[in-house]
């Protein structure tokens, strides 16, 4: 049992508790069922490690090789030797983005940062939206580069928030004029707000029939997360066009259910969600 884990089927939502939130939006053409999404989200609150990968949409499972690989790995080696051993395993023709960290609170808080390509992380004042950090676009790519980044270590208080973003965020950013996001970024602090606020933002760009790529997004609470019990990890995304095809068509309740009762339902298969289990 999982009483932490919630999922919302047709906002392809996850939440655990109040620390950690996550979305997948995919882009205007996934209707047709021509494409896959490649963005792909691992949540795993058992290790505090969160990862976002976006890869193409010729290959759109490869982002999903990448963090399956990255989560059943560290069942049996720790962060970031599963990292490595996932990247160097990743084969050349299967390209994407990665952003990860690993949340440590011992000795002293910090978020060990690891990041490739033009996805994005953001460390910044939940209070303020001052962004703290953020890492810089590279050409890192797994499947391209045959070793990992180097780590970077940055600092936490209290007040810290994490965000981690497919590019397609910078479209709903851009498009509705919020270049700088720190309104949206305040508003993590809410999590139906700022879901709302993204889901509004993507709405009026289709109204105008503007192209936005996929959107994934973690949101994380650092400190929220001692509150949570350790459960399975999250998977989600990454997935095939007949996969997006079924998702698109499918009638699913915008309601927040249990995973244990989404399981029995069907819904995470429908949502392109899996899960990895806690060893036994």
């Not at 990041?115 to 303020?128: E, Q, Y």
């Not at 590019?167 to 993590?188: A, E, I, K």
């Not at 995973?259 to 899996?274: E, F, H, S």
Request: net charge neutral.
């Amino acid at each position: 049992m999982n009483p932490t884990i919630q999922v919302n089927p047709a906002l392809r939502a996850v939440r655990f508790g109040n620390a950690v939130t996550a979305a997948l939006i995919g882009s205007w053409d996934k209707n047709n069922g021509m494409f896959g999404n490649g963005d792909c989200l691992l949540v795993d609150v058992r290790h505090r490690v969160f990862a976002l990968s976006d890869a193409s949409e010729r290959s759109p499972q490869a982002s999903r090789r990448l963090l399956q690989a990255i989560a059943t790995g560290m069942c049996t080696a720790p962060w970031p030797e599963c990292l490595h051993s996932a990247w160097c395993s990743q084969p050349y023709v299967q390209k994407a983005t990665f952003v990860g960290i690993q949340l440590r609170m011992d000795p002293r808080p910090e978020a060990v940062v690891f990041s490739g390509g033009d996805s994005t992380l953001l460390i910044f004042d939940g209070r303020t939206g001052k962004i703290l950090y953020r890492n810089p676009v590279n050409m890192h790519f797994v499947g391209r580069m045959s070793a990992a980044p180097s780590p970077v270590r940055v600092p936490l208080t209290p007040e810290s928030r994490i965000l981690l973003a497919s590019d397609g965020l910078t479209d709903v950013f851009d498009r509705n004029g919020d270049g700088h996001p720190q309104q949206f970024l305040r508003s993590m602090n809410h999590p139906q707000s700022w879901l709302a606020w993204l889901l509004d933002g993507v709405r009026r760009l289709r109204h105008e029939a503007f192209l936005h790529d996929d959107i994934a997004v973690i949101h994380i609470d650092p400190f929220a997360l001692k509150d949570t019990t350790p459960c399975d990890g999250i998977l989600l995304g990454g997935t095939t066009a007949s996969e997006e095809k079924t998702f698109v068509h499918t009638a699913l309740p915008n309601e927040w259910f249990s995973i244990d009762r989404a399981v029995c339902t069907g819904y995470l298969k429908t949502m392109g969600l899996l899960t990895i289990p806690l060893p036994e």
